[in-house]
């Protein structure tokens, strides 16, 4: 899957508690993207990253924050997750000019 | 900002038929189209792309055709296979360097 995993691939945490969702690359690629699917709204941008320190919100990105300390790591934290906060997330890296390509994603669940 | 439209939003064809899924895109400045495919439990894949300079591309089975001038492009499958069957998303963008909008999705079934 283009050298991407993230981790851990499925979550169950309780309203109130921050959780922390870790992208990482092999590829070397300057972009970075976190992405929420669920039902009936495909998929949608919650922040991304177009280099180290660099980044900036999506659609989607209250109640989320990014870091980006290494080219490799792209961290999404929910400070203090919320049950609509439950979903599926999807980290997605591209190079300059170049097709995104996804990872697996985490599947989250927020009780 | 971008906003796309995806339809149908489900699908059903028997095996050996067509299938064709239509977006429509907001912002006349767009210039990249891809098209991905969703296996279950997996993250989207890309199949096809086309860019605006293009009006339609083929790749074996699978076609893109992009209307500038009405804002939509669509996705065409040929001879669809069981193994077609999946969620398909299209997107747009500004530019390769602007992040993806993507339409809601379209779950496919190929009927055997």
């Known amino acids: 899957d283009a050298g991407i995993t993230q981790s851990p691939r499925h979550k169950v945490t309780e309203t109130g508690t921050p959780v922390t969702l870790r992208c990482h690359q092999t590829e070397n690629h300057r972009y970075m993207y976190w992405y929420r699917q669920d039902p009936g709204h495909g998929l949608r941008l919650i922040h991304y990253s177009y280099g180290v320190k660099d980044t900036d919100k999506g659609e989607v990105s209250d109640g989320y924050s990014v870091s980006r300390s290494k080219t490799e790591d792209f961290l999404l934290t929910l400070e203090s997750a919320t049950s609509s906060q439950t979903s599926v997330y999807f980290c997605?890296?591209?190079?300059?000019?170049?097709?995104?390509?996804f990872g697996n994603g985490t599947r989250l669940t927020v009780t | 900002g971008e906003n796309v439209e995806q339809h149908p939003s489900t699908l059903s064809v028997q095996e050996g038929d067509s299938a064709v899924i239509k977006c429509t895109y907001s912002d006349s400045a767009s210039n990249y189209f891809p098209w991905y495919k969703q296996e279950l439990g997996k993250g989207p894949q890309l199949i096809i792309d086309i860019r605006s300079n293009v009006g339609e591309k083929k790749d074996q089975r699978i076609a893109v055709t992009l209307n500038k001038t009405a804002k939509h492009f669509s996705l065409h499958i040929t001879e669809t296979q069981p193994e077609d069957s999946a969620v398909y998303f299209c997107a747009a963008s500004l530019s390769g360097n602007t992040p993806l909008v993507f339409g809601k999705g379209t779950r496919l079934s190929v009927i055997a």
């Open positions: 997605a890296i591209r190079a300059e000019i170049s097709p995104l390509h």
